[in-house]
């Protein structure tokens, strides 16, 4: 592709936020977290990572309480498009509402951007956000995207009128998945990169154990996903 005289490099969602829904969002994941999520009454959500605010938006369309966050405060000006509740800009390792609800959300893999150390943070403030028998419910990548992007994979073509590179690549030693966005925009070439860590599924049990009655779904989207419920101890 031709590229931009100017190039820059932005943080995670800075430039990404824009292309989001029309790049990433994925329609067909969302009939099965709604599942899930609808197995149980609830009344209350906090979302957290809400992204473009896609989920946030069927949730209170469909009459519940919503309460929506994230830490990129581009993400949450796009979602305006889907969601015009609540939209909290917040770390999801280290908050504190003086509220609690029924249900703790976080899907889109969201999860992987934490280190190891971080995850008994991210419990520990779902735990302490919980009515009594409330419910933590994510997803995140399952071991074989590991193998499954050992050789780059790359993508290219036009979002909203914008050329664009898309590279996924594994690594395996330290159990990371790294993408590579490239927007060649009128003004520069604009890069944002991501890497994610891939989880253990056991290590996370025994990290929620503490907290939760853990259920998981290993084959939530066969390969790809693993969604994980825990219920509040």
Not at 12 to 31: H, T
Request: charged residues 30%; hydrophobic residues 35%; negative net charge.
């Amino acid at each position: 592709m031709e590229r931009s005289a100017n190039s820059k490099d932005v943080n995670n969602y800075s430039i990404l936020a824009k292309y989001y829904d029309e790049l990433i969002q994925d329609v067909e994941a969302l009939s099965l977290w709604l599942k899930y999520i609808e197995e149980k009454d609830f009344k209350t959500v906090l979302e957290l990572a809400s992204g473009s605010g896609v989920l946030a938006g069927i949730l209170k369309n469909k009459g519940y309480d919503v309460t929506a966050s994230d830490i990129s405060e581009d993400m949450k000006n796009v979602s305006k498009d889907n969601f015009d509740g609540e939209y909290l800009l917040l770390n999801m390792i280290d908050y504190h509402l003086g509220r609690k609800y029924d249900l703790v959300l976080c899907i889109c893999d969201s999860i992987n951007y934490l280190e190891t150390d971080e995850l008994d943070s991210f419990f520990r403030c779902a735990y302490e956000h919980l009515n009594e028998k409330g419910r933590l419910i994510f997803d995140m990548h399952h071991p074989a995207r590991i193998d499954e992007f050992e050789d780059e994979y790359v993508e290219e073509g036009y979002v909203l009128n914008t050329p664009y590179q898309w590279t996924i690549l594994s690594d395996k030693t330290d159990k990371t998945v790294m993408e590579h966005f490239t927007f060649y925009t009128k003004e520069a070439m604009i890069q944002e990169h991501h890497t994610q860590n891939v989880f253990d599924v056991n290590d996370i049990k025994d990290k929620m154990s503490r907290y939760f009655n853990v259920r998981v779904i290993e084959d939530f989207v066969e390969d790809e996903k693993i969604l994980v419920i825990g219920e509040r101890k």
